[in-house]
């Protein structure tokens, strides 16, 4: 909701809000819980009043509650001293703030400068929750509603074919189904070849962090087998996942001991950023593989993806094993590799320089925002919590069969 509202916002409006001495939003249509974080959080309301939905046992019904409660505390704010303000989007029936209460009310310019504005007025949207990349209007949830039989039978060819057909032929059978790659195929070509630090060992592949999927991408651009190292991964995930996985335990000595042995065996890709970002943004980069023994070359990916009905991202801890099966339920996504010149590590430079400075290139490559949040970051503000949540005691290094 908050990446919609943002892009259907009136600068005017949100100027007007900001300087109201104590702003009121009074929602005639959406319901407060729709609404509420969106407009506290970007907009700077100080109260929000709406339709009410009921809930059972904790889990919201969408039966909204059909009364006059939220007009009463709508008066009874602004009769404290509140200004309601409207913002309407351009081209909507609906308000964010009810025109009945509204004092002065603001419509979206159909000016790409004046919407631009709009967006640079709110606070920027680094992380969002949900699984839909599409406005909900009725015309597209019913055409969502028509492609889900076909969505999950896409979904189910195009794992299979990531899963069981070898690593030259997965870019082919992949686009056959609809999806669509950009690797930069010369120096992918150039890191296929094997060697790490002194000729043994592999390389060390750092890439930014979008879907479950991107070990597998970099692995099939690759043409070779990867091992991948994640803090958590659901058991459905990890079988149907076609290389490596290696699960860490947080606590960092024993992590960069586990890290330098998989990477001794073969070819480890890491995602230091720690969690996923759907927007043009780029996490902090943890430095832990920068202080792998022996000074392993970093060799940087700069991975971004495209996606127009469904997010194959989640926050909630049990919904992560269908990540990869939204992601492969939307028509044509798409994802962009490009392997970056490589950079030395080691030789006496703080490993947290060698993080920002791959940080930096692959955010150059991508065209991304660097920002210094973390993954404690997104989790507390999607979810109240560290993203810390009880789990299994750590399996070794799980193996999956090479597709060649």
Known sequence: MPRLLVADAAAEGVAAVRAARRAVAVSATFPRVMVEG???????????????????????????????????????LLGDGGDAVGLVGEGTTHCLFSSYYCKETFAASSDADMRHGAAAAVKPVVFHDGRLAFTPTPSAALAMYAFLPFGLALAVSRVAALSLIPYRLTFLAAAATGIRYRHSAATAAESRVAGGVGGGGGRLYVCNHRTLLDPVVVATALGKPVTAVTYSLSRVSELIAPIRTARLTRDREDDRRSMAALLARGDLVVCPEGTTCR??????????????????????????????????????????????????????????????????AGGGEDSIRVANRVQRMIGEALGFELTGLTRKDKYMMLAGNEGVVPSPAPAPASMKANKD
């Open 279 to 344: 927007e043009a943004f780029l996490l902090r980069f943890s430095p832990l593989f920068a202080e792998l023994d022996g000074g392993a070359a970093v060799n940087p990916v700069a991975l971004d993806t495209r996606v127009g009905m469904f997010y194959g991202t989640s926050t909630a801890p049990a919904a992560k094993w269908m990540d990869p099966f939204y992601f492969m339920m939307n028509p044509a996504p798409a994802y962009r590799v490009e392997f970056l010149p490589r950079v030395a």
């Open 38 to 76: 969106f407009l506290r959080e970007y907009v700077g309301v100080d109260a929000v009043v709406g339709p009410e939905v009921r809930s059972v046992a904790g889990v919201v019904t969408g039966i909204v509650v059909d009364d006059e409660v939220y007009g009463a505390a709508a008066r009874r």
